[in-house]
């Protein structure tokens, strides 16, 4: 083979290796785009919440809440009980906009950049974790070896500084393309804890009927269960304002 065909040969190889990287990387962003899409279907959602916080010595705390979804970026969390819990309520909104209301000030104040690494009410989950924006707006997904056939693994990294993880690992379900389980690495590149779905469908929606959130570090879980849940009942706009956090007195 003379220069010139060695030259042609390696050009060749080097486009095909970056049209082959090409597609892994769209077949990496349609599976995440699938989970987007399964995990935001429904026009609209309502349902309750029971949260199970649980300590290192096996102590639980049951709180419960009303949730109420429009769209994506819509998402109001209201507590009913235990008691000094009531009344606590955070909004979601567009651009990763959330607003939280205490009682105890009787005014809504919105969570800072800072403030959104930290945790969701008190629970494993931070408000990142509950934020509106897809997982394709917020993270780059690559494709990893599956673990069995029945799941994909993508590895997905933060597009922004900001984001409290340096990585998520994401087990799909490969023939509904749900989350099986999620591993969060913190800026340290240390695995700190992980998310576990149970899955269900109701009509022509899945949904996760129960979140299992585990802090490896502190020896803390966050459980959350949905029941009776809705979905699709036109629910009115005027739900997801600054000014309906305030409970009517």
């Known amino acids: 083979m003379n220069q010139i065909n060695k030259l042609q040969a390696a ?5 095909l290796l970056c049209y082959a990287d090409h597609l ?3 077949s990496a962003a349609s599976l995440l785009a699938g989970m987007d899409q399964l995990m935001s279907a429904p026009k609209d959602k309502e349902a309750n919440v029971k949260m199970v916080l649980k300590d290192k010595t096996g102590k639980e705390k049951v709180r419960e809440a009303v949730m109420m979804q429009k769209g994506q970026y819509h998402k109001l969390y209201r507590y009913t009980a235990p008691e000094k819990q009531i009344g606590i309520a955070t909004l979601s909104l567009p651009d990763d906009i959330i607003w939280l ?3 105890a000030f009787k005014k809504a104040v919105k969570v800072t950049l800072l403030s959104k690494s930290q945790a969701f009410t008190g629970t494993d989950f931070s408000y990142e974790d509950m934020s509106g924006s897809s997982y394709g707006e917020r993270f780059t997904p690559r494709i990893l070896s599956s673990p069995d056939d029945k799941m994909h ?4 990294m933060p597009k922004s500084t900001k ?7 994401v087990f799909l379900d490969k ?3 749900y989350p099986v389980k999620m591993e969060y690495f913190d800026k340290n590149k240390d695995y700190f804890k992980n998310a576990t779905y149970s899955y269900k469908k109701q009509g022509n929606y899945w949904y996760a009927e129960e979140v299992l959130m585990t802090n490896l570090k502190k020896e803390h879980s966050t459980g959350i269960i949905l029941t009776e849940i809705k979905f699709d009942q036109g629910i009115d706009d005027e739900v997801f304002t600054v000014e309906n956090l305030k ?3």
Do not use: D, G, N, W
Request: glycine share 0%.
């Open 11 to 15: 050009f060749l190889f080097f486009v």
């Open 175 to 177: 023939t509904h393309l």
């Open 24 to 26: 892994h990387a769209q």
């Open 101 to 103: 209301y205490m009682p």
């Open 247 to 249: 409970p009517v007195e």
């Open 153 to 156: 693994q993508l590895e997905l």
């Open 163 to 169: 984001s409290r993880y340096s990585k998520i690992i």
